[in-house]
């Protein structure tokens, strides 16, 4: 079974912050990537900032963007999955792991205006300061990341390539983010939830205390009901369709890139029902797209049929490929 690069462990629940890993290993000929940390945006006295992992030489190289996930609350562009960055190495595309700044210091309006701006920095520096190849670029991330790559779709100019999106959702504003969940564990009190934010705007936790401090914060709004709301600012019921236009399966057209979900059928922090909608709609359009259906599988495919998960990692890993070296 693969085994997650990071997670963290919240008084027995379990947030996945990352993708489960499935190795596919280096050669003897593979040569490292290089890793530069470049600041992509600066509001205020906050740098956001992005990891690049790029093959040494001249030649433009196409990109893997990552979109770490976490709820919009907690993460880091340090989490960089295993495979995808294998995968990378092996086939020399360049890799950009990005940092945002995390609610609910900053709400969903301003993460999106992150990713938007990340893409920017990437069209108009990277081909100069890594050898981008920014007409072939795919988007990828888990949970909140798939969120934010499947957003990525559909705020991005020019849009990416094509989406991998592991157990992501794309809608932020259905009955499932606003519900009272029983699956995030012993209740947490508001007084020690409220304690773990507010203080600063963050654009990663790689501070372990920290990254379990805003987890219990998650849990809180999750058992209280108050997620959508914590993490956009907006009462989507007070304000019908105001959240819209951050929702990507409310925003797919016929030329929404191509895109690949990997989805549990028994996630409870993740409903399965985020995916198949997506497809739904992607269907609806004639947008070319693949869901991989784990059944039994939990969030992050915990408890899925090892031999399946491993396949749909690989098969991942494939149409990334497969995406960028097209002719």
């Given at each position: 079974?693969p085994?997650?690069?990071?997670?963290?462990?919240?008084s027995?629940?379990?947030l996945?912050?990352?993708?489960?890993?499935?190795s596919v290993?280096?050669?003897?000929d593979?040569q490292?990537l290089?890793?530069t940390t470049?600041?992509y945006?600066?509001?205020?006295?906050?740098?956001?900032?992005?990891d690049?992992?790029?093959?040494?030489g001249?030649?433009?190289?196409?990109?893997?963007?990552?979109?770490?996930?976490?709820?919009?609350?907690?993460?880091?562009r340090?989490?960089?999955?295993k495979?995808?960055?294998?995968?990378c190495?092996?086939?020399r595309f360049?890799?950009?792991s990005?940092?945002?700044?995390?609610a609910?210091?900053v709400?969903?309006?301003?993460?999106a205006?992150?990713?938007?701006?990340?893409f920017?920095?990437?069209?108009?520096q990277?081909?100069?300061l890594?050898?981008?190849d920014t007409r072939?670029i795919v988007?990828?991330?888990?949970?909140?990341g798939?969120?934010?790559?499947?957003?990525?779709?559909a705020?991005?100019?020019?849009?990416?390539?094509?989406?991998?999106?592991y157990w992501?959702?794309g809608?932020?504003?259905?009955?499932w983010?606003r519900s009272?969940?029983?699956?995030?564990g012993a209740?947490v009190?508001?007084?020690e939830a409220?304690?773990?934010?507010?203080?600063k705007?963050?654009?990663?936790t790689?501070?372990p205390a920290e990254g379990k401090?805003r987890?219990g914060y998650?849990?809180?709004?999750?058992?209280?009901?108050g997620?959508?709301l914590g993490?956009?600012?907006?009462d989507?019921?007070?304000?019908?369709?105001k959240l819209d236009?951050?929702?990507p399966?409310?925003?797919?057209?016929?030329d929404?890139?191509?895109?690949?979900m990997?989805?549990?059928t028994?996630?409870?922090d993740?409903?399965?029902?985020c995916?198949?909608d997506?497809?739904?709609?992607?269907?609806k359009?004639g947008v070319?797209?693949?869901?991989l259906?784990?059944e039994?599988?939990e969030?992050g495919l915990?408890?899925?049929?090892?031999q399946?998960?491993a396949?749909?990692?690989?098969r991942?890993?494939?149409?990334i490929r497969e995406?960028?070296?097209?002719?």
């Amino acid at each position: 079974m693969p085994l997650p690069l990071r997670s963290t462990c919240l008084s027995g629940a379990c947030l996945c912050l990352c993708l489960l890993t499935n190795s596919v290993g280096f050669s003897a000929d593979d040569q490292p990537l290089l890793k530069t940390t470049h600041v992509y945006k600066t509001v205020g006295d906050v740098q956001v900032q992005a990891d690049v992992y790029r093959p040494e030489g001249a030649e433009a190289r196409p990109v893997v963007v990552w979109v770490h996930g976490g709820a919009l609350i907690v993460g880091s562009r340090s989490q960089v999955p295993k495979q995808i960055l294998e995968l990378c190495t092996r086939e020399r595309f360049v890799f950009v792991s990005l940092d945002y700044r995390l609610a609910p210091e900053v709400k969903l309006p301003e993460i999106a205006a992150d990713v938007q701006d990340a893409f920017r920095w990437l069209h108009a520096q990277g081909p100069k300061l890594f050898q981008a190849d920014t007409r072939r670029i795919v988007v990828t991330g888990g949970s909140a990341g798939g969120f934010l790559t499947m957003l990525s779709g559909a705020i991005v100019t020019p849009k990416p390539t094509a989406l991998v999106a592991y157990w992501g959702y794309g809608d932020i504003d259905g009955e499932w983010t606003r519900s009272k969940s029983t699956h995030h564990g012993a209740p947490v009190p508001r007084f020690e939830a409220l304690a773990a934010v507010g203080k600063k705007v963050l654009t990663n936790t790689d501070d372990p205390a920290e990254g379990k401090a805003r987890g219990g914060y998650y849990r809180h709004l999750r058992q209280t009901g108050g997620w959508s709301l914590g993490v956009t600012g907006i009462d989507a019921e007070k304000e019908p369709g105001k959240l819209d236009r951050f929702c990507p399966v409310k925003q797919i057209t016929r030329d929404y890139p191509p895109t690949l979900m990997i989805h549990g059928t028994k996630d409870t922090d993740v409903p399965y029902f985020c995916s198949t909608d997506m497809a739904r709609e992607l269907t609806k359009h004639g947008v070319k797209h693949e869901l991989l259906t784990l059944e039994g599988a939990e969030h992050g495919l915990r408890d899925g049929d090892p031999q399946k998960v491993a396949a749909a990692n690989s098969r991942a890993l494939e149409f990334i490929r497969e995406q960028l070296t097209a002719k």
